[in-house]
């Protein structure tokens, strides 16, 4: 059906069947993990209508409290993980020109100090610097974060075939034509698994942001373990954990919708 | 070569097509930092619009060192390259590409585009109309031999390597330049598709003459396509710039002729048609003539043997007087089938490989539809090729004896220039 009577035999042999557009998102995939957080979720909900709450166990819950630090919580990962991307992608694609190549090793290592810092550690020595507040907090999961997303860029953008950059400049594109046109969407699979990454691991450093004064649900968690109040803290733990899930989850189907048509396709 | 040049033909065709434009290299020097040898060395070479000419050495020779310094992919240290006798060596490099099409080895087309959007890329980036884009992407996949329905939308992955490197060619016309760079294009293909696409640059670069420069290391290819081929040894030094015929029969020197490799002459036949040879009229009848009219004519012609054209003037089979005898009234059975026939496209190789598995030593001419038009016997062929031989031995003595003249012409001009500067 698909052979095409009009091109020579070399043609027909080797002709790929022109493969409808794969669809790239099982319904598995958009199904399953939702299905377990949403079971997790009725889980726990369903234990708290029997479980026995005192006083200072519904005092941390009460008000709103809960939602409140969940959406700080969510607040604080969207507003780390943009700055990461506005300071990391950018520093990533500079670090590749030619004449910034040089300066790729120093750059890496800073950003492999940022992440073998013990996060608490880092934080702690903001909070000295700049006060206790929301800016130490944000400061702190940022350069924590900036070298999976940083060195995922380079990483990305060096593989790229220097033979097809060179056709690219060969039939007359601009620098900023090659790196627009071809370079970084050839890259974005691998700077999308670094975004990935770094979203993951700040809403895991976010609830550290609690020590800095920044909220969120690090302060249900910290809450429950100074108290000894075991379902404020295991609520905390739980929304933390199907956050993170859900993060990855988002970013998994970010990654497949993103990642440029023809990249998959016939290989 | 017989033919009129190239230029000379695009002249007298009306086309919208643009033509090729000449490139001039002039003491055209690339010297890395840290390396003693230049890359590449003071090459000088014209070549002229609408010509198709090779570049062919051993790998590290530098011809694609040169090839790229022509877009300036590479920037020359030294020299000067004029397209179409405008000076390209300090202009804007973007825009010098744009002008001059490029085509790499394992077709370098970009996997997250389609073969539309891969071929729009050049029409795009100098501002054509979308309407005019989209048409212009469906004329260049037609004339690379590819359906343009079926193919735009597919991505590189989704074609074979042959059908890949078919639309890196597209890409690299689609703006019209005057000008082709091919980078051992065809480089990363089985021998069969490399065949196949050879024969489409032919057929493209008669329809087109662009000027097309075209690296590779494979002599055979330079043969076939080059109009003229730039032997390069190291540094890019040329050896021998000349007409196939020429390098295959008087190699400038042993760099050359290593090259060249053994079977010169046989290849030699590659480049002759059976059109340019003398084809010999040979007695014929049909089947429909009567027996008796057959004997005769067979008896008149003076010859052992005789062909049979069938109904509609096709080669049938050879009729011998013996044959003749034991046929008794009728051609069913009697002669031999004539079993290879050549068109008179074919080259004196296939020629010879017909002949040489005759039994009798020649073959049958037809014409496009496979009509009888003469025969070609092991005689023609062999005083043809010796004609050929001698006569390419000759031309290319005389171009070597110009070709001396001028260096001599251009070392006294060079040592005046010094003399000159160092009065001054």
């Known amino acids: ?267 | 070569m017989p033919e009129p040049s190239a230029s000379e033909r695009s002249a007298s065709e009306p086309g919208t097509a643009t033509s090729g434009a000449s490139i001039e290299l002039e003491n055209l020097t690339k010297r890395y930092p840290g390396s003693a040898d230049p890359a590449v060395e003071s090459v000088n070479m014209e070549i002229k619009a609408g010509e198709l000419v090779v570049f062919v050495g051993p790998s590290g020779c530098g011809k694609s060192t040169t090839l790229k310094m022509i877009n300036r992919l590479i920037e020359p240290t030294g020299g000067r390259i004029r397209i179409g006798g405008e000076d390209v060596t300090d202009i804007d490099p973007v825009k010098l590409r744009r002008k001059v099409g490029y085509a790499i080895q394992s077709s370098g087309l970009f996997p997250h585009m389609t073969v539309a959007q891969n071929i729009a890329l050049v029409p795009k980036m100098i501002g054509w109309s979308k309407s005019r884009i989209r048409n212009r992407v469906e004329e260049m996949l037609d004339l690379v031999g590819l359906d343009a329905g079926e193919f735009q939308g597919r991505y590189p992955r989704q074609l074979s390597g042959g059908q890949q490197q078919r639309v890196g060619v597209a890409r690299a016309l689609a703006a019209d330049p005057p000008v082709l760079l091919m980078d051992e294009p065809f480089g990363a293909v089985d021998p069969i598709t490399r065949d196949h696409l050879q024969d489409e640059l032919i057929r493209l670069q008669h329809e087109l003459h662009k000027t097309i420069v075209f690296v590779t290391h494979d002599f055979d290819e330079a043969i076939k396509l080059g109009d003229r081929i730039a032997v390069l040894r190291e540094r890019s030094h040329i050896a021998q710039f000349d007409t196939p015929e020429a390098i295959l029969t008087n190699p400038a020197d042993d760099f050359v002729s290593g090259f060249v490799g053994a079977g010169a002459a046989l290849k030699r036949l590659n480049l002759t048609r059976v059109r340019d040879v003398e084809i010999t009229d040979y007695p014929t009848v049909t089947v429909d003539d009567p027996l008796q009219n057959i004997f005769d004519k067979l008896r008149d012609s003076g010859t052992n043997e005789i062909l049979l054209l069938d109904k509609r003037g096709r080669p049938y089979k050879w009729l011998r007087r013996g044959d003749m005898m034991r046929a008794k009234g009728s051609l069913a059975r009697a002669g031999t089938l004539v079993s290879d026939t050549v068109t008179r496209d074919a080259t004196l190789r296939d020629a010879l490989e017909a002949v040489l598995t005759d039994n009798a030593g020649r073959v049958a001419v037809t014409g496009r539809r496979g009509e009888y038009t003469g025969v070609v016997d092991m005689e023609t062929l062999m005083n043809s090729v010796h004609e050929l031989l001698e006569a390419d031995r000759l031309e290319a003595m005389e171009a070597q004896h110009e070709l001396e003249e001028a260096r001599a012409l251009q070392t006294h001009a060079e040592q005046e220039g010094v003399g000159g500067e160092e009065k001054a």
């Open chain 1, 1 to 267: 059906m698909t052979t095409t009577p009009e091109v020579e035999e070399e043609e027909t042999e080797a002709a790929v069947p022109p493969t409808p557009p794969k669809r790239r998102i099982t319904w598995q995939k958009l199904t399953f993990l939702p299905a377990a957080l949403v079971a997790v979720l009725l889980a726990t909900w369903l234990w708290f209508n029997q479980a026995h709450l005192d006083a200072i166990s519904k005092n941390a819950l009460s008000n709103g409290q809960v939602s409140k630090a969940l959406w700080r919580h969510v607040q604080l990962t969207v507003i780390s993980t943009f700055f990461v991307l506005i300071i990391a992608i950018p520093l990533g694609i500079l670090l590749t020109r030619a004449a910034f190549r040089k300066a790729a090793p120093v750059a890496m290592t800073f950003a492999n100090m940022g992440q073998a810092t013990p996060a608490i550690g880092l934080l702690a020595l903001l909070v000295i610097w700049l006060g206790t507040g929301e800016k130490a907090a944000l400061i702190g999961i940022i350069i924590y974060a900036v070298l999976p997303v940083l060195s995922n860029t380079i990483a990305g953008l060096k593989a790229n075939d220097p033979t097809l950059l060179e056709a690219a400049r060969g039939i007359g594109m601009s620098p900023l034509g090659v790196l627009a046109k071809v370079e970084l969407p050839l890259a974005v699979p691998l700077i999308l698994a670094g975004v990935r990454t770094a979203l993951v691991l700040n809403v895991g450093t976010a609830t550290l942001a609690t020590f800095g004064g920044g909220g969120g649900l690090g302060v249900l968690i910290t809450t429950g373990i100074t108290t000894q109040r075991m379902p404020v803290l295991v609520l905390g733990s739980i929304l933390t954990v199907s956050l993170a899930l859900l993060v990855d989850w988002l970013a998994s189907l970010a990654e497949l919708l993103l990642r440029p048509r023809g990249l998959e396709a016939g290989s």
